[in-house]
């Protein structure tokens, strides 16, 4: 039981100890630095969707011979349609734009900035509590270690995340310790999603290529719409496409060496 909290509860450190970056550092985040985290975050999640996720989803299915990719290939796209339903219906507003997305509401624009990466981060609450439920069952092809190793790898990732939220906040006249309670309050999400998914492990494990499936979906989705834009904005650079390549292989180890 103190494994699977930890896996769940992992993420969110990650997030807090990034979020409290305002209370030692100075100044606005340079827009590189802001390119080089959010390429590294990508670059994780890249990296998580196929060797956690995806990878798992079609060993499991391989009693179906050269359909094993079916039920990852239909999670994926439910995935990616439900992050597309969550990205019109949620209000929220993206890091360096003025331009709200989703239902019209009458939030600030703080609040929005949160809401957007929550919305970012529900998907890999959802991957490790799929992946924890899966280990939590019984299932040979998931180890404790695998679960460990994407809680970890997205731990790091979300390290810049919080980073992210709360320094230009603080740089926009927040007060340090708001600044940071909307860091953490960004990445609760994931505790939360992560443990209503091993609750309904009944549901869950019995589907569970699909799901993982869905979880790889909806994390590539958010890379693919949020990240892979927000670190290539501005003038030309290679500092996030570096930094993809950092976090990819990062992640790519941590699920090789542990799981």
């Not at 650079?237 to 950092?246: E, N």
Request: aromatic share 8%; with cysteine.
């Amino acid at each position: 039981m103190t494994q699977a909290l930890i896996v769940i509860f992992l993420p969110l450190l990650g997030t807090v100890l990034g979020a409290a970056c305002v209370f030692f550092l100075k100044g606005q985040m340079r827009l590189g630095v802001q390119r080089g985290l959010t390429g590294f975050a990508a670059g994780v999640m890249v990296a998580a969707s196929v060797w956690s996720l995806i990878i798992p989803a079609m060993e499991q299915s391989a009693h179906l011979g050269k359909l094993a990719f079916l039920p990852a290939f239909a999670g994926v796209w439910l995935g990616f349609l439900f992050l597309m339903l969550l990205d019109r219906v949620v209000p929220h507003l993206h890091l360096n734009s003025d331009c709200p997305e989703g239902s019209a509401c009458n939030l600030g624009k703080s609040s929005m900035m949160v809401l957007a990466v929550a919305l970012h981060n529900l998907p890999e609450g959802m991957a490790v509590g799929v992946v924890a439920a899966g280990w939590l069952s019984g299932d040979e092809s998931i180890s404790a270690a695998a679960a460990l190793a994407l809680a970890l790898g997205i731990a790091i990732q979300n390290l810049p995340e919080g980073a992210i939220i709360s320094m230009p906040l603080k740089s926009g006249g927040m007060r340090r310790g708001r600044a940071f309670s909307y860091g953490v309050l960004s990445g609760v999400i994931e505790p939360v999603g992560a443990g209503l998914t091993v609750a309904l492990a009944s549901l869950v494990v019995p589907i569970l290529p699909y799901v993982l499936g869905f979880a790889a979906g909806a994390m590539l989705y958010v890379v693919v719409e949020e990240l892979i834009p927000e670190m290539s904005e501005g003038e030309h650079s290679h500092i996030g496409t570096i930094f993809f390549a950092v976090g990819f292989s990062l992640m790519m180890v941590l699920d090789v060496a542990l799981g």
